[in-house]
């Protein structure tokens, strides 16, 4: 709803990020009339997004509330017939849909508590129609910014609002709020989801320098306005967040999920989670993804590590320094980009093999610091893999400039790390479900611009 990216929120709660959205719905939610009177009433626009919720038939919905109280839950959608892409933010809060409905939809309160909201002018338009003028104040990584625009939102109380861009400094915006409530009274699962397009020219071109920038700016967007109204909410009505704990190493397999409904979320796209914060500890990123292939293809792939720089951008090289019984040693030379700053990085992983099923490593020299993860591989069936790669990286030993962008903007720490793991296992699921002969050609078309750049072409 709201667009400022990386807004400077000191604490968030632990995040969970899902990629993309699953297209499915928890509740039949609202009424049927209020429904159809929206359809009729609503311009094509606003549609983009009245169809769009999260689980539904066919799903088990333990998953998802399992997950959530994790901490919290962030899904985007590629899959939409109306949008590009859509990113869904939610959270679980203690409190009825109706008490979440009454907080959120307030939008007058909203300079007294939301981070970057210089005014709000709304301007009912019938019963259930609403136009709101915002004014935000914000930053892209470090560089402020200013923006004024107008929504319509389409009201279905007390769980549901969608909403879309009638003018103003966005080109485009659309999405919605969600209020699922919790079977036996167990709290309310909150969901903000949003897609836009800048008007500025300056946003267009960053973005298309830097593609990762724009999912990481809008995961940061939706982390922060899900954390604070969650936050308010719960503030409000005097009551302590629901209480959450996360394993010191978290395990898809040690969770007693439905490996069946999560197969079928993870085959929409790829789940991230980032853990929750704990003082002094890392911050690791999850992400998973079903990969079309038995677990022995999948195992074959993600350890055939010359061929990285194939299909995934940021890799120059990767090379073996030496192997022993279990394990090797693997040396990477990446080409990172952070923000609009390019890194050249230089690195060596100790990795631990416990074929098929788990990989870790730990970093042992490098001019990056604390990186570290495994994969965890789980065979469903004979023809699919459920597959999970966690991460770590210290991105303040990159310099004083991370440093100070981080300082400034906490929340680019957690946004940064999710976008370049979804982006690394989007490529991974696209290689590994290509055909041999594809990948062939890939390897000679990337050892052809390696010889016109007069690079020498390394083999194990």
């Known amino acids: 709803m709201i667009y400022a990216p990386y807004l400077p929120v000191k604490k968030l709660l632990p995040l969970l990020l899902v990629v993309p959205l699953l297209g499915f719905s928890l509740v039949s939610l609202g009424s049927k009339e209020l429904d159809k009177n929206l359809v009729e009433t609503a311009g094509e626009e606003v549609k983009a997004t009245t169809d769009l919720s999260l ?28 949008l590009p892409w859509i990113a869904t933010a939610g959270m679980l809060v203690n ?14 309160t909203y300079t007294s508590f939301m981070p970057q909201v210089d005014s709000v002018a709304p301007s009912p338009q019938g019963d259930f129609i609403e136009q709101v003028t915002w004014t935000l104040g914000f930053k892209v990584a470090i560089i402020p910014f200013s923006l004024t625009y107008s929504l319509r939102y389409y009201h279905r109380p007390p769980y549901r609002t969608d909403w879309t861009a009638i003018g103003g400094g966005i080109k485009k915006n659309n999405g919605y709020y969600e209020f699922v409530p919790v079977k036996g009274g167990k709290g309310t699962i909150f969901l903000n989801a949003s897609y836009s397009e800048p008007r500025s020219g300056f946003l267009q071109w960053a973005f298309k320098q830097n593609p990762d920038l724009e999912l990481a700016t809008n995961l940061s967007a939706n982390l922060v306005q899900v954390n604070v109204i969650k936050r308010r909410i719960e503030s409000l009505l005097g009551r302590e967040e629901v209480a959450t704990e996360v ?4 395990s898809i397999r040690s969770m007693s999920l439905d490996l069946g409904t999560l197969g079928d979320l993870c085959s929409k796209g790829v789940l991230i989670i980032v853990e929750k914060h704990r003082e002094g500890k890392p911050v690791y990123v999850t992400v998973g993804t079903t990969f079309n292939a038995p677990i022995d293809e999948v195992w074959k792939q993600i350890t055939s590590y010359q061929d990285y720089p194939y299909y995934l951008p940021m890799v120059e090289r990767a090379s073996v320094v030496k192997t022993y019984e279990g394990g090797a040693e693997i040396n990477f030379k ?12 230089d690195y060596n992983l100790d990795h631990r093999f416990d074929k098929p099923h788990r990989i870790t490593w730990t970093e042992t020299e490098g001019n990056i610091k604390g990186v570290a993860g495994s994969w965890e591989l789980v065979p469903l069936g004979s023809d699919k893999t459920l597959g999970f790669y966690r991460s770590t990286s210290d991105y303040r030993s990159l310099g004083w400039l991370v440093r100070y962008m981080l300082k400034q903007e906490p929340t680019f720490d957690d946004s940064i790390q999710a976008s370049v793991a979804t982006g690394m296992m989007r490529n991974m699921k696209r290689w590994i479900e290509m055909s041999e002969a594809e990948r062939e050609k890939l390897r000679k078309k990337g050892q052809k611009i390696r010889r016109e750049k007069g690079e020498d072409f390394y083999k194990f």
Do not use: H
Request: aromatic letters at 10%; charged letters at 20%.
């Open 55 to 82: 689980l539904g038939p066919g799903g088990d919905p333990s998953v998802l509330f399992s997950l959530v109280k994790l901490g919290g839950v962030v899904f985007v959608d590629q899959t939409t017939k109306r």
């Open 95 to 108: 409190a009825s849909p109706e008490e979440c409905w009454k907080v959120a939809t307030d939008f007058t």
């Open 247 to 250: 394993p010191n190493e978290l």
């Open 334 to 345: 990446l080409d990172m980009k952070i923000v609009l700053f390019d890194y050249m990085l």
